[in-house]
């Protein structure tokens, strides 16, 4: 059975470019990678392995953005750490991404010089749908017209002005996933449900 | 605006009971302790902070049982490491519980000398529910008769032949949250969004 591609944009403010931080100090020196490695394990991990058809994409300082492409992962692992250290190699690899070209990390992951807009550019599939606790609510969409949704969702800190603006342009939704305001890789997994469910329809 | 309590039991059955794993290697010395870590963050955090109205409660080799109580809790953290290391710290101080007295770790978390039976005996709430892949719908029963459940949930093990005899016998209710098999971080996630949803119905 083949899903429609999902795709999670997750913006990464405060990761340092250069990747210079310890595995160990993951919510403080590494700007909340930890954060960021929970959202991408949402993104992917089941109990009983990889979700193929999702394509993850970290967009860090709006510079740099390293894509995660289920379909050709290998050995992801739900916990942080393992995850960081994936994200630490692709930012020390960042000299090696070169224009359209992106540095090869790891099977299933590469980097990209672009920010937001370039990613948003580079995926062309289904609609854009910013995660945002003041959008209307999920089930008010069909699980149907969310196919190859390009779900764009924070850090721990606020969409900024830029990214702002840039999302009122390209964003065909903004849906929220319950009243109350979850983190990010919180707000995929109940993304991931409404889509496995077909809108909570099949169990 | 009062909530009904939830409670997460989570079993827990490779943690060492002696708390002597490294904070470095949770997914392998320490017995995929950050797979419990995630559920212990997954019942408490959300963006904005505890949810309050939460007990979790860890069950370590069926011997031990670690409880988290959000309405005394302090300084959660979402991480996998913070939590672990209080989990290690409970571990620790296993040798001052005695009897049915706890031993006190940090604010609102105490180590119990019990294992699955203890504990669902400790607690007096409402329906014991089975999150479970062969269970039913949870979307065939009503969020209101979900208050005070009591959720458990294995960790990366199948429930054992004794834990499934005790479960049968208390067990109100076996749910599964969808036709995707998750990890029970998700499944919580999961539980709590049908809860806070009012079964789906109030965004």
Redesign the interface.
Known sequence: MDSPTRHFICLAHDVPLEGDFS??D??GGAGRL??IA?SIA?AF????GIRTYVHAHVVVQDAYTITFDGSELRRL??????TAALVRRALESREEAIGAMPADIHPGVAGYRRGLVGTLEAIDDGPVVQLHEDGE???DVAAGELAGAVFVLSDHREFSSAEQAVLEDRVDRRL????????AD?AI??A??YL??DG?T??
Not at 45 to 48: E, F, I, K, L, Q
Not at 176 to 183: A, I, Q, S
Request: hydrophobic share 35%; net charge negative; charged share 25%.
């Open positions: 595995l160990d993951l919510a930890d954060a929970r949402a991990v089941t109990s009983h692992n739900p916990d942080e750490r393992s609510a999920i089930v929220r996933v319950g009243p109350t305001r979850l983190h919180q997994t109940v991931h449900n496995d469910t909570y099949a169990f």
